[in-house]
């Protein structure tokens, strides 16, 4: 079936229905990734995002259980290039687009993916509107206009609703849930620890009546209306308890240290995104998703040191505060390999010891 990529600067991008019909509305975000599709639709943090694969090829290895983020669909829609016509893999459990059906999503193949990447990367990252059944320009950007107006909440979607305690005799620790994964809270418990698993309203009394031995912001969807909510009850949390905040987590964490955000231009997204420490010669390379970065002025006079960078643009990749036994990564602590634990999160581990 026809369908239609509109952008509110009026480009449209011609394709055809792969998922379900309708239509659906979202800021178009980017996943420069050979594999994961499968765990980009289904991670918290791009709710309400329409996402577009630079890799031309999905679908090629079918979808399984194993490698869902969160227990559905959180995009809200997906652009390709190319689907694959055959599953070819041992894992796989099933076929992409009958996933892409069964969560009804909307998703459009045959699509100029290469030229649409390079307007985002020129013209920046933008709101747009995927279409089976209005393809009039004007009507698509007054629908975009008032979808931008009226932003979803989707942290009260997205976090638990109650406090979920840990059980167990390991290091007793707290997530704060706005977007937490099953992959980060694996490694957690390859690790040993027990998590308690925190509504993202919780009150900062609540949280340290657990007595935890350290606390987790995690990573989840940017500028959402209920992150104000999280911020306020970090900030009663600074100083008390050892604070690792990643992902938007470590956005949260900066503004309740008294620092702001910034729009980027082009945001950092992928799984090669290098990143450095300052005053030191080797790098790292990570994987991303963010479109905000901390302003480095609104940290001046705060006590906060900046541990990482982004190698390509200098942007702040990574903040501490010692002083209030804070630090945090903008970068994502996936797992570098099966059954193995990344580094950063070993690193947090063992300050709560």
Known sequence: MKAVLALENGSLYQGVSCGVTGERTGEVSFYTGVVGYQEVITSPANAGKIVVMTYPLIGNYGVAKKFWEYGRCWAEGLMIKEKSRITSNWQAEGDFVDFLKDNRLLALEAVDTRTLMVE????GEQWGIISTRDFNPQSLKRKIKRAKEKRKDYLNQISVKKINQASGRGRQIAMIDIGAT???LAQLEMLGVGVSLIPYDASADDILALSPKGIII???PEMDKGLTTVVEGVKGLLGKQPIFG???GCQVLAMA???????MHLGHRGVNCPVIRPGCLKGEITAQNH?????????KGKDVKITWQNLNDKTIEGIESKKRKA???????VSPGTGEVNPILREFVKSIK
Do not use: E, H, W, Y
């Open 120 to 123: 985002l990367r020129n013209k």
């Open 182 to 184: 099953r992959s980060l």
């Open 218 to 220: 995690s990573d989840g």
């Open 246 to 248: 990643l992902g938007t």
């Open 257 to 263: 240290l008294g620092g702001k955000l910034k729009k």
């Open 291 to 299: 479109g905000f970065v901390i302003d480095q002025a609104s940290l």
């Open 327 to 333: 630090f945090g990564c903008q970068f994502l602590p």
